[in-house]
């Protein structure tokens, strides 16, 4: 399982910052030791100064502080659901992903069937909007047919396994990936999925009602669109079935247990779990029970519980249900009016939006998530420093080295747990950058003029992809994420930290600052990653990424005492009134924070090999480390899309991100000189220190 800086909701928060010059008011910082070190020539800060708000103390409130002078005058733009530091450097970065997109279609070189070609007709297939207008639903027509043509609901499975081969929604999903107890080798896995709304909240809560009316709205217009003379009807029908599925599946914190997801079961008895409906046929169909003689089931009780809603559902309602999870899947591949429509509630009504990103930003979007890694090689040669994955070597290798020494010196835990998890650390695998091998697109078919072809194709190449791995050794080269994704990540069952080359500048690394806000970002960053591997649920597994208890029981509890005072702290943290954070949905992401900061902080500090760091706009080297990790989460958000963020998302809100880490750090009191009666202030015996 793959653990995110960020999730894929939160990708919309990134930014490169300026140096400016304004020192930081007397109230942020104490007086500075006169044996500081000289500042290097040309050497800056790295800290956004301009942005601190000196009416409000850093000891009250470290993020405002910071940011102040940002949050009271930066505007979210109207095609943005949220703005900050990760969002700008997201937005930074398209116009490069442009530039190179658009040099393929002036490559008059570019041979038939090359990524370059392929690159080049993709985004003109996208960017042809006149011809999608013209085209309407016709793209589709197979589809839509296919699905009318259902004639009972003994053919469900099989229907389920084309549309997810073709990147539609289904009520379950199925997909390959490492056994989380077996991990030398693939096996197949079934979830839940097949809602229209981000989360079952949505459906259930008596406060998500006037959403779900919209979106009621929503699904009946675009039936409508699509030629359904009894839309109104239908679309109530879609709406209720889906509520239902909504009502058996597990709620997002129930779904963070990898033990309680891992249900290995029989193929020959995978049918037991949903008596009447032939789920071994829809595997069939998707080219894997011939592979197996076992899948892992996620979540046993949503399966039977979907098998009794789609036996009391009429064929007429399954039916329509598999229309609009259709049109909701290729909307963004018609013609103007659906567009426009999926826009309406997905970007207006769930996030807030009000006006849609331009079309080319669209089409870089789309063409990055069928080619991605040949628009990366392209990207990384282009616009990727080869000096920075060098650097960046060698601040993975300190934060390490750093976690490696507080393992040994945890006072809450026993010599034999601390064997196991220094195992674990020692066979950590980072990457960096970019892959050392890359995906291979020979055999995607990419037609010009065809869009909708095209994005079917990718996903049934995707698919046929996946499914071809049961078999085969692990590849231990393969990448989560392409070069250009502003993100990083843990895998537990590959046991590796991975950090795209995309993350690799300002404000996460500087190449032109001093270490202090290197440490503080990018080095947080990958103490966050590692953490992961370490946090309520990557603590489950081994070196070698498999489930396994390797605690003592004793400190097992002592690390349950700790993650649960961490899941209370965060509860009580409310970025809207009637919303709070979720501690439990959280958990894992704030200890990954904590314990990065904790980890980063001793790197930085075994970096100095005893020597002062300079003082630098007027900031000392802790100062301006903590502010690294504090600027990193830069950002506003509009409500719709903080409650989507509150209901769906592992990741505490930025402002949280920052301050709820800071009373934690004993470091940072030291810095900025907390004391009793600040709001920053809690007790030493109060704050939470894992790793």
Same mark, same amino acid.
């Given at each position: 399982?793959? @653990?995110?800086?960020?999730?894929s909701?939160t ?17 942020a ?25 000196p ?7 470290f ?20 703005w ?5 450097? &997201? ?11 658009e ?6 070189n ?5 990524e ?11 960017m ?13 027509a197979?589809? *839509? ?6 004639r009972d ?6 229907l ?19 056994d ?18 981000p989360d ?5 809560e +008596? ?14 217009? %675009?039936l ?6 009894n839309?109104?009807?239908?679309a109530k029908?879609v709406?209720?079935l ?11 914190v129930?779904?963070?247990d990898p033990?309680k @997801?891992?249900?290995?079961?029989d193929?020959?008895? *995978? ?13 069939a ?11 892992i ?12 809603v ?5 064929l007429?309602?399954?039916k329509?249900?598999?229309?609009w ?10 013609s ?6 999926s826009f309406?509630f ?8 009000t006006?849609?990103?331009p079309?080319?930003? &669209?089409?870089?979007?789309?063409v990055?998530g ?13 616009y990727?420093?080869?000096?920075r994955?060098?650097? %960046?070597?060698e *601040?993975?290798?300190?934060?390490l ?15 034999e747990t ?9 066979k950590?695998?980072?990457?960096? +950058? ?6 291979d ?5 990419i ?13 049934? $190449?995707g ?16 990448w989560?994420m ?12 590959m046991?590796?930290?991975? $950090? ?8 996460? $690394? ?19 990653e ?8 990557g ?7 498999n489930? &396994?208890?390797?605690?003592?029981p ?11 005072a961490l899941t209370k ?9 009637g919303?709070h ?7 894992g992401?704030?200890i ?11 790197a ?10 300079p003082?630098?706009?007027g ?5 301006r480390?903590?502010?690294? $990790? ?12 903080q ?12 402002q949280?991100?920052a301050n709820?880490t %800071? ?17 920053m ?10 790793w």
């Open positions: 399982m793959n @653990r995110y800086l960020l999730s909701l990708l919309t928060l990134l930014a490169a910052f300026a140096h400016a010059a304004e020192p930081v008011s007397a109230a910082a104490p007086t500075v030791a006169s044996g500081a070190a000289p500042a290097a020539a040309g050497v800056v800060s790295g800290i956004d100064v301009q942005y601190i708000d009416a409000v103390r850093v000891q009250d409130d993020f405002t502080h910071l940011n102040g002078k940002w949050l009271a005058t930066a505007e979210i733009p109207a095609d943005k659901s949220s900050g530091s990760f969002a700008k450097l &997201r937005d930074d970065t398209t116009p490069q992903l442009r530039g190179i997109i040099s393929t279609q002036q490559d008059k570019k041979k038939a069937g090359s370059a070609q392929k690159i080049s007709d993709l985004y003109a297939s996208y042809d909007e006149a011809k999608l207008d013209a085209l309407g639903t016709k793209p589709l197979g589809e *839509l047919n296919r699905i009318r043509s259902l609901k003994k053919g469900v499975p099989a389920i396994a084309h549309l997810s081969q073709t990147g539609v929604s289904t009520p379950y999903a199925v997909y390959v990936g490492q989380a107890r077996a991990s030398t080798k693939y096996a197949a896995y079934v979830s839940q999925s097949g809602l229209g709304m079952r909240d949505y459906y259930l +008596a406060k998500q009602a006037g959403v779900k009316e919209k979106y009621q709205a929503h699904v009946e217009k %675009m409508a669109m699509a030629g359904d003379k839309a109104a009807a239908r029908a709406v209720a889906e509520t239902a599925l909504a009502e058996v599946q597990w709620t997002k129930e779904n963070r033990v @997801r891992y249900n290995k079961t193929i020959n008895k *995978l049918n037991d779990l949903t008596p009447g409906y032939d789920l071994k046929s829809g595997l169909a998707l080219g894997i029970a011939n592979k197996v003689d076992y899948v089931v996620n979540q046993p009780s949503y399966l039977a519980g979907y098998n009794k789609l036996a009391s559902a009429d007429d309602t399954v329509a249900y598999f229309e999870q259709l049109l909701r899947s290729y909307a963004s591949y018609l103007k009016n659906f567009v426009d429509e309406a997905y970007g207006t009504v769930l996030s807030g939006v006006e849609n990103q079309r080319w930003k &669209r089409g870089v979007g789309a990055e069928v080619l991605g890694e040949a628009v990366g090689k392209l990207y990384v040669a282009q990727f420093p080869a000096e994955k060098a650097h %960046m070597q *601040l993975v290798k300190n934060v080295a750093a976690y490696k020494d507080s393992i040994d010196t945890l006072d809450w835990m026993s010599p601390k064997k196991e998890a220094q195992a674990k650390l020692a950590f695998t980072p990457k960096i +950058a970019y892959p050392n091998k890359w995906r697109y020979s055999k995607l078919q037609v010009p003029g065809d869009l909708v072809g095209n994005m079917m194709r990718a996903a049934n $190449f698919s046929a992809r996946q499914v071809a791995k049961l078999g085969k050794p692990i590849d231990r080269e393969e989560g392409t070069p250009q994704t502003v993100n990083a990540y843990y895998s537990s069952t046991n590796e930290i991975v $950090f795209p080359a995309s993350i690799l500048q300002p404000p996460f $690394f500087d190449a032109n600052a001093d270490d202090a806000v290197n440490y503080g970002a990018i080095g947080a960053v990958i103490g966050h590692i953490s992961h591997g370490f946090d309520d649920k603590s489950q597994s081994d070196g070698d990424g489930l &396994r208890d390797w605690w003592t004793a400190d097992r509890k002592n690390f349950a005492a700790k993650a649960d702290q965060y509860d009580g943290y409310s970025p809207l009134p919303y954070v979720n501690g439990a949905l959280t958990l992401e704030n990954a924070d904590n314990s990065g900061v904790a980890i980063a902080y001793k930085y500090k075994i970096s100095l090999g005893g020597k002062p760091a003082v630098l706009d900031l000392t080297g802790d100062q480390f903590y502010m690294g $990790f504090g600027q990193v989460w830069r950002s506003k958000m509009r409500e719709a899309q409650i989507v963020q509150i209901k769906t998302d592992p990741h505490s809100p930025g949280y991100r709820g %800071m009373v934690n750090q004993p470091g940072f009191y030291e810095a900025f000189g907390v004391k009793p009666g600040d709001k202030y809690v007790a030493p015996e109060n704050r939470v220190i894992i």
